[in-house]
């Protein structure tokens, strides 16, 4: 009776882990989706800053959570087969999976904390520059497309403040047309407002684009750091879970 007792006690553990495993695919699943989803917004939101940027570890950080967040969704898939089959091959790969998408993550958390803590930096010795040196010139559509969105965006002008503009290339060419500060330094844009550079017409008053940037994409790398090392820390405990359910199925009689 005791035996009787002791196998009955083993399949209501495995019952027990395999249902854990279940709710846990469920959790993963979604947060796999929401990986996937930090990772898309910060390329699309704000897709166009990235040109204004000296160094691609932001931008990494988000393509390398949509990695993690794709393969989470098709990994909780895999472990829901896994869990059903009870086979120990496909809980070995359900568990590999497990171990590589936590590396990637938690490779993802680490660079955005390490890029967090030089960003204001960066931002100091480039964004200037890049935009006094870029602005408006043959080839750098794109940094000048970010340069306006940033500044209507933040409603902002200059790096750090609007006198920036007179040291750059644009406003000393002919192509600025007598502006002292770009249009998209205005309160309302309309041609050549950018002539008139007092605090009702531009951006004077309120800051350079430098500070909001910084703490733009501050917030952004929080939000890739905290979802990456929280999915992560979520992972370990489905590696526990598998681990536990691949013992209790070696132990049992085939």
Avoid at 141 to 152: G, Y
Avoid at 169 to 194: F, L, M, N, W
Avoid at 197 to 203: G, L, R, T, V
Wanted: glycine share 6%.
């Amino acid at each position: 009776m005791s035996a009787v007792y002791k196998d009955d006690q083993e399949d209501w553990m495995t019952v027990c882990l395999k249902y854990l495993l279940f709710l846990f695919n469920f959790l993963f699943w979604v947060g796999g989706a929401a990986v996937l989803g930090v990772g898309v917004w910060t390329l699309v939101e704000k897709t166009d800053y990235l040109s204004l940027l000296a160094s691609s570890t932001f931008a990494v950080s988000a393509y390398i959570l949509i990695v993690a967040g794709s393969l989470v969704m098709v990994t909780g898939f895999l472990g829901c087969c896994a869990v059903i089959r009870e086979q120990k091959c496909c809980l070995s790969t359900y568990f590999f999976f497990l171990l590589l998408i936590f590396l990637i993550e938690l490779v993802a958390g680490v660079l955005a904390y390490v890029y967090y803590q030089r960003l204001s930096e960066e931002l100091k010795q480039h964004l200037n520059q890049t935009m006094t040196d870029n602005y408006a010139q043959p080839g750098k559509e794109a940094i000048t497309l970010a340069v306006d969105r940033l500044q209507q965006d933040f409603k902002c002008c200059g790096s750090n403040n609007s006198h920036d503009w007179m040291a750059s290339v644009y406003v000393s060419s002919k192509q600025a047309e007598d502006r002292v500060v770009p249009d998209s330094c205005c309160k309302t844009i309309t041609p050549h407002c950018g002539k008139r550079d007092h605090p009702s017409n531009i951006y004077k008053v309120e800051g350079g684009c430098i500070t909001k940037l910084e703490q733009f994409l501050a917030d952004h790398l929080l939000v890739i750091g905290a979802v990456g090392i929280g999915v992560a820390c979520l992972q370990v405990c489905g590696m526990v879970f598998t681990s536990c359910l691949y013992r209790r199925i070696k132990m049992e009689p085939y």
